[in-house]
């Protein structure tokens, strides 16, 4: 794969930001949807009609998980971390780079921790951003999709037990 080129004309834009959901699950089966890979592609596959072109899952600590696709105009959009923390039930702490078109738009290192509530789990996701492409504008984006996401996580765990 080939590095991507750095945005050089936009000023970097750093920001922070925290989104929680509260799952009707345990925190170990709330889990189970950042760390197998069929259960999260439930809820994180949100653009059918992008096309897979690369999709690798390896959750441990030192593993990468990498996503590149491709849209309906042509470009390639790439996702690809590196997870630095794992405590199963509790805690992933990873960091990752977006790339669209062959040029980084960010950088980005993400908590999510795995809290117990009477009858579920509060899920809180907090990620630190250096936005290398689009300014605030991308950031407002980045925090309002994250938000999306996981909305649909809660769709999915709200379904009851998997079958």
């Not at 993400?110 to 907090?126: D, E, M, S, Y």
């Not at 492409?133 to 996580?153: F, I, K, N, P, V």
Request: glycine share 10%; net charge negative; aromatic share 10%.
């Amino acid at each position: 794969m080939t590095a991507p080129r750095i945005a050089g004309n936009d000023p970097i834009v750093h920001t922070s930001f925290v989104v929680e959901r509260d799952l009707a699950a345990s925190p170990r089966h709330a889990f189970r949807f950042w760390s197998e890979a069929d259960l999260k592609a439930r809820w994180t596959s949100c653009h059918a009609d992008w096309q897979v072109l690369e999709d690798g899952f390896d959750f441990r600590v030192g593993g990468l998980e990498v996503k590149r696709w491709r849209t309906p105009d042509g470009q390639e959009l790439t996702f690809h971390a590196h997870y630095l923390d794992i405590v199963p039930g509790q805690r992933i702490i990873y960091a990752y780079e977006m790339s669209f078109g062959g040029t980084r738009l960010s950088a980005s290192l993400v908590t999510i921790t795995l809290t117990a509530l009477a009858g579920g789990t509060r899920a809180t996701f907090t990620e630190q951003v250096a936005i290398l492409s689009g300014g605030e504008a991308a950031g407002r984006q980045r925090q309002t999709g994250t938000g999306e996401g996981l909305d649909r996580l809660v769709a999915v765990l709200d379904h009851g037990p998997l079958h």
